[in-house]
């Protein structure tokens, strides 16, 4: 049972780069989403996902796209990185959206 | 609007003495509230959860945490700190269900 899978681990892109983060789970967990940590602000969200086909915005969603064809994978799009979205981010899920939710290990990505 | 705040951004222990993290949270109406633990390098783990059955919440590690409605606490606490508690925590109040308000987290050093 693998959990939460993030890929790549780590990343580094030049400034204009696009790159897509992946996410899966193996837990048939209908609620999924994404957070990106930075020092001294806790984890805040971008981007959720309550099933397949339905995505909705959180707390700092620009910049970033999403998309949920399946209910295994939740993978996060920067279309145009700049040096602001420079930051470890993480995927969660869980069977519902409010139940505690299981954390991926985290890609951290720098941009230049 | 529902919010999270921590009231140490650093705690400081001797190994064998009680830890106790502070939380404030504020919510519209009754909350669902967490502890999760970040080790360095790693994803969250989820220590503990109150979701209104009881007021003292037990979770693992030998952690737990007291809702109290009147002072709008969530206190995380342990008897006995060991060396590997060493880490960062984050309370966390669930929001309309759908979403996590995490706070900035507090960073435990626990001394030999």
């Known amino acids: 049972n693998a959990g939460v899978t993030q890929t790549p681990k780590f990343q580094v892109l030049k400034t204009g780069q696009s790159m897509t983060l992946q996410c899966a789970q193996d837990m048939n967990h209908e609620y999924m989403s994404w957070y990106r940590q930075d020092p001294g602000m806790g984890l805040r969200l971008i981007h959720y996902?309550?099933?397949?086909?339905?995505?909705d915005q959180g707390e700092v969603p620009n910049g970033y796209n999403v998309s949920r064809s399946t209910t295994e994978d939740f993978p996060l799009r920067l279309l145009s990185a700049a040096p602001s979205q420079t930051s470890v981010y993480f995927c969660?899920?869980?069977?519902?959206?409010?139940?505690?939710?299981?954390f991926g290990d985290g890609t951290r990505l720098s941009i230049l | 609007a529902q919010s999270v705040t921590q009231l140490d951004s650093h705690v400081s222990v001797s190994e064998g003495t009680p830890v106790l993290l502070r939380c404030n949270y504020s919510s519209s109406y009754s909350p669902s509230l967490f502890w999760y633990v970040q080790h360095p390098n790693k994803g969250l783990q989820l220590l503990l959860k109150y979701t209104s059955a009881a007021t003292l919440v037990k979770g693992i590690n030998g952690f737990e945490a007291e809702f109290k409605k009147s002072e709008t606490s969530f206190h995380l606490t342990k008897p006995s700190a060991h060396m590997s508690d060493a880490a960062e925590y984050f309370c966390?109040?669930?929001?309309?269900?759908?979403?996590?308000?995490f706070g900035a987290g507090t960073i435990l050093r626990v001394k030999s």
């Open positions: 966390v109040v669930s929001v309309n269900g759908n979403k996590l308000v």
């Open positions: 969660a899920s869980s069977l519902k959206g409010g139940q505690p939710q299981h």
């Open positions: 996902s309550v099933g397949a086909g339905i995505t």
